[in-house]
């Protein structure tokens, strides 16, 4: 299953079919000029990161009844996000002349009569008028049917958009998590080349304050030895970060884990980002030497580049 991107765009378009012109029944079957239809729908979809899917629609008057459809298409097909979508419709007939028929010219003539029977100041239609009621439109119903398709094929291509942005997340994601364990692998054989100097450092202090003590002659050296080794002992467990680095590879593992999995796995990831980042903290605060220091700080810098790309995840 692939992963993906909670951004994304897709526009669709569907309708501006042409179909004939109908005929009655007793007229010859002759040919006849085609009218193309108005029904043309645009859908564009705009998808950004967001905690939940948050549905933003912008429909024309006309379609307002189809949000209700066209929510739960969006829901069916996405789970996180704040997606967009602007339904526009087009006349492909805006630059044709329509083909006035026989009962609309007699029905306007005859609602032209009335009017002016009423209203004798009524002024008379014009062409322009006249060819404009006599557009040929599409139903209501095919209107909503033309833009269901188009807004289906746009949710279509925005999770093919989607899936192909997962797929480059994926990417960035593996090259962080590989490089936080090239920085794990190199803090480990850093702990006990710390700890053995701190011991020389311990015994060679205590050597100091016997001489200048004399406690040398109050106290065996074997006594003395053993109560340093124990202070260095001590300080080592303190400075001992074997487990922080045993559980962030462990997060790590996970982390690759889902990545090649797949699915809806955004939440999951940004909750294994906020461990790495307390592992981090940690080795840093049991930092004892400057190279580790150094590997914390590259290893927090590493997580923050990570979760700016996991927030994009669905």
Known sequence: MPVYSMTGYASATAGAAETPVSTAASELPVARPTTPSRARVTVELRSVNGRFLDLNLRLPDELRALEPSLRE?????????????????????????????????????????????????????????????????????????????????????????????????????????NRLRELAAKAEPLVPATVQRQQQKFLERWQEALQQTGAAQTVSIEALQERALNEAAAYAIRIDVAEELARLRAHLDEMARMLTAGGEVGKRLDFLIQELLREANTLGSKASSLELTTISLDMKVSIEQLREQVQNIE
């Open 73 to 177: 298409l969006l829901t069916a097909a996405f789970r996180r996000g704040k997606i967009e979508l602007r339904l526009n419709t087009q006349s492909s007939a805006d630059t044709a002349w329509p083909q006035p028929q026989p009962e609309q010219l007699n029905r306007l003539s005859h609602l032209q009569s009335t009017i002016r029977g009423w209203l004798p100041s009524a002024q008379e239609l014009s062409v322009h008028e006249v060819l404009h009621w006599c557009k040929t439109s599409a139903s209501q119903e095919q209107l909503d049917d033309v833009a269901l398709d188009a807004a289906k094929r746009a949710i279509a291509g925005l999770g093919e958009a989607r899936a192909r942005e997962g797929k480059r997340l994926v990417e960035v994601l593996m090259l962080g998590v």
